[in-house]
């Protein structure tokens, strides 16, 4: 494993342990960092918190849901390498959050991770179909098998769920797996002869 995928993937841990340690800071803070760090939908002056409410949980149990399915498809994505993990984090992120801003009731709180997961789920199903290459089909294929059912997610359910950031993170996944450059395909070695008459390469 090269050393940009194991940064990618310590980056994964590093965001997952972040976001248990700000909601064990909002549990004893009495909710007080979801108000500050969380979407306040149509406020121009919090429109920075597109960058902070996936840190924010509403409580444990949805931080718990959010949990595996962050480190099991961040890291996948990691994959991809550092950068274009760290970029498509940044494109499911500002493309979920500024929808979630515009598209949800005026003052409406939103928080929580989500958009980076249905984001993330978009992101590696798109890329296997782009990059052809075998890990890239083969991961695609246990994604769908083991969290193809997200896709529901998308559409308006039960309230106090933001379908916006399900639709809109995962539409961002798409984004960056197309806008995204291709991972340049390893060389063929070439040999020749050298002067010697021995083979050279």
């Given at each position: 494993m090269t050393q940009s995928r194991i940064s990618a993937?310590?980056?994964v841990v590093v965001f997952t342990a972040a976001m248990w340690i700000f909601e064990i800071i909002d549990f004893f803070a009495g909710g007080s960092l979801d108000q500050r760090f969380g979407i306040r939908s149509w406020v121009i002056a919090d429109l920075w918190t597109v960058f902070t409410a996936p840190f924010m949980h509403a409580d444990f149990a949805h931080l718990m849901a959010n949990s595996v399915p962050m480190l099991v498809l961040?890291?996948?994505?990691a994959f991809s390498g550092l950068s274009r993990f760290i970029w498509a984090s940044l494109i499911i992120t500002v493309v979920s959050g500024i929808a979630v801003w515009l598209l949800s009731g005026y003052g409406?709180?939103?928080v929580g991770?989500?958009?980076l997961i249905f984001g993330y789920f978009g992101y590696l199903v798109?890329?296997?179909i782009i990059?052809?290459?075998t890990i890239d089909i083969v991961i695609m294929i246990c994604v769908v098998l083991f969290y193809g059912t997200l896709i529901f997610g998308v559409l308006p359910q039960q309230q106090g769920i933001s379908w916006q950031a399900h639709l809109?993170?995962?539409?961002?996944?798409l984004l960056s797996a197309y806008v995204l450059p291709r991972r340049a395909k390893p060389r063929p070695v070439t040999g020749g002869y050298g002067p010697q008459g021995?083979?050279?390469y």
């Open positions: 993937i310590v980056t961040g890291s996948l994505v409406s709180l939103t991770a989500s958009g798109l890329r296997g990059e052809r290459k809109f993170g995962f539409l961002g996944g021995l083979p050279g």
